[in-house]
């Protein structure tokens, strides 16, 4: 089987998004730094509240999924369709913006640490005006194996082949076939798994540093903060160089245009400037907009 190669490496950068909140950004920094389908991956972590607290209050979004997986914290999320959740160590939130949705997610915490991620992946341009859909999947919903030789896989979206079993994650259905895994090694330990050539695939270290058999830039070594692009094959590897932790992500990528501006991601600029006059209209997620706004 062909092996997957570090590619590149996308620096994390720190930023600031929300009402303030310190983030370090890889993927989508600009759009060179994309990764067909996956438009962006944030990490929230800290220790200090008053680098989270402000959080991220009512906004819109169309045209991608956000993706919100949290390993410590309590994040609240409301939403213009009714719907509410909170987000808590381990959870993942799925979410479908589709032709519009306005939604609100706040920090329920003073003190202690937050780390989580926000990842972003586009919609192909046949779903991009679809019904909005949300679904909050707590901790004990995700299964957990433990690798062969030390450490655990969490599989988050997709099938995964762990020691021999299958294992399907919590998300499935969606059309770029998306497969996310958090895996913990430690130092010394490997892991290796299949992804379908032609996926795009990407990993982000968020403890440690790891390497990726077979080289590439950096000789095949990411550390923490830092994601890696793999070059397109069979298979990817990586060995631990210390206790790490890392997220996996692959998808089938959808070869579309890509117009982004802010919040909004569609497939030309007349659909960026339709999504701005629904917004100011207040029409973008329908007439319940309103009723957020009432209730918020």
């Known amino acids: 089987m062909t092996q997957r190669r570090l590619a590149r490496i996308v620096p994390g950068m720190p930023t600031s998004d929300g009402a303030g909140v310190r983030i370090r950004r890889s993927l989508g920094q600009g759009p060179g730094a994309r990764l067909d389908p996956f438009l962006m991956l944030d990490e929230l972590g800290s220790d200090d509240a008053a680098d989270y607290m402000a959080g991220f209050p009512t906004h819109p979004h169309r045209g991608f999924e ?86 655990l896989a969490r599989i988050l979206a997709g099938d995964a082949h762990i020691g021999g079993e299958a294992v399907t994650g919590p998300v499935s259905g969606i059309s770029t076939q998306p497969l996310f895994l958090d895996l913990r090694l430690p130092a010394g330990g490997r892991f290796e798994h299949r992804i379908p050539p032609g996926h795009s695939g990407f990993f982000y270290v968020y403890r440690g540093a790891v390497g990726v058999p077979g080289g590439g830039v950096n000789d095949g070594l990411v550390e923490h903060g830092n994601a890696g692009v793999l070059s397109d094959g069979e298979v990817v590897a990586f060995e631990a160089a210390s206790d790490v932790g890392l997220l996996l992500l692959a998808a089938r990528p959808l070869g579309e245009p890509v117009v982004q501006y802010g919040p909004f991601v569609m497939n030309s600029r007349e659909e960026i400037e339709q999504a701005l006059r629904d917004y100011q209209a207040g029409t973008l997620a329908g007439e319940a907009r309103q009723g957020l706004r009432a209730g918020a």
Do not use: C
């Not at 990842?119 to 019904?131: G, Q, R």
């Open 66 to 151: 956000t993706v919100t997986y949290m390993l410590e914290g309590r994040m609240r999320h409301r939403d213009h369709m009714g719907n509410e959740g909170l987000l808590q160590d381990g959870g993942l939130q799925w979410m479908s913006a589709g032709r519009g949705i306005m939604h609100s997610e706040m920090p329920e915490q003073t003190s202690g640490r937050m780390q989580g991620f926000q990842l972003w992946i586009n919609l192909p341009a046949a779903e991009k005006m679809k019904d909005p859909s949300y679904e909050d999947i707590q901790a004990d919903r995700i299964p957990e194996r433990t690798l062969p030789g030390g450490g």
